[in-house]
């Protein structure tokens, strides 16, 4: 059982480049959500999803876009990236048990750059 | 803004004393999290306390809840080396969907 799992791990950016950052979940979770954590900030909330085909957004979303298109996968796009986007990038899924939210799950992070 | 606001902001002491950590929030919550992080790596959760629950265990964690005062504390007991990482709190808001908001992450030391 892997849980969640992000790719790449590392990645370097040139300013104004685009790419995509990968999460999957097997754990069949409704909720997925992507967080980035800069130093001293904690982890703040970029987009979330409550299942397939929905999405919304959350505290800091301006440069970034997520689709849904299966309950496993949700990617985040950076549409062209800006060294402000320098960042660690964190994927998670959680779920309910009888109407009540869970815990959520981790992946190990991508550790983005953008020069 | 930051939910979830952990106090002290950074923790240092020695292997077998406790740790103490407190977390304040702001708006009503269905449930509060606390996770840890060592360097580099992903958060892990600890324990989860619903609304209506005071006070819940897991090994050595205790944590606690008052929301009337909006605030939650996290008691390490006989800390370990290991046990040395950033701890955060994380509030799930009333109005649900397990939208996490995070702290700023308190940092504990425990020196062998």
């Known amino acids: 059982n892997a849980g969640v799992t992000q790719t790449p791990k590392f990645q370097v950016l040139k300013t104004g480049q685009s790419m995509t950052l990968q999460c999957a979940q097997d754990m069949n979770h409704e909720y997925m959500s992507w967080y980035r954590q800069d130093p001293g900030m904690g982890l703040r909330l970029i987009h979330y999803s409550v299942g397939a085909g929905i999405t919304d957004q959350g505290e800091v979303p301006n440069g970034y876009n997520v689709s849904r298109s299966t309950t496993e996968d949700f990617p985040l796009r950076l549409l062209s990236a800006a060294p402000s986007q320098t960042s660690v990038y964190f994927c998670?899924?959680?779920?309910?048990?009888?109407?009540?939210?869970?815990?959520?799950?981790f992946g190990q992070g991508t550790r983005l750059t953008v020069v | 803004s930051q939910q979830g606001e952990e106090d002290p902001q950074a923790l240092s002491i020695q292997e077998g004393e406790n740790a103490t950590m407190n977390c304040s929030y702001k708006?009503?919550?269905?449930?509060l999290q606390w996770y840890r992080q060592n360097s580099g790596r992903g958060l892990v959760h600890l324990i989860l306390?619903?609304?209506?629950?005071r006070e819940k265990h897991s090994g050595r964690l205790r944590v606690t809840l008052d929301t009337s005062k909006k605030s939650s504390s996290l008691l390490i007991t006989a800390s370990r080396a290991a046990d040395t990482a950033s701890y955060f709190c994380?509030?799930?808001?009333?109005?649900?969907?397990?939208?996490?908001?995070f702290g700023k992450g308190n940092q504990v030391v425990v020196i062998p």
């Open positions: 994380a509030t799930d808001p009333f109005y649900g969907n397990n939208r996490l908001a």
């Open positions: 306390i619903r609304s209506n629950e």
């Open positions: 998670a899924s959680s779920s309910q048990r009888g109407r009540m939210n869970t815990e959520a799950f």
């Open positions: 708006t009503s919550i269905n449930n």
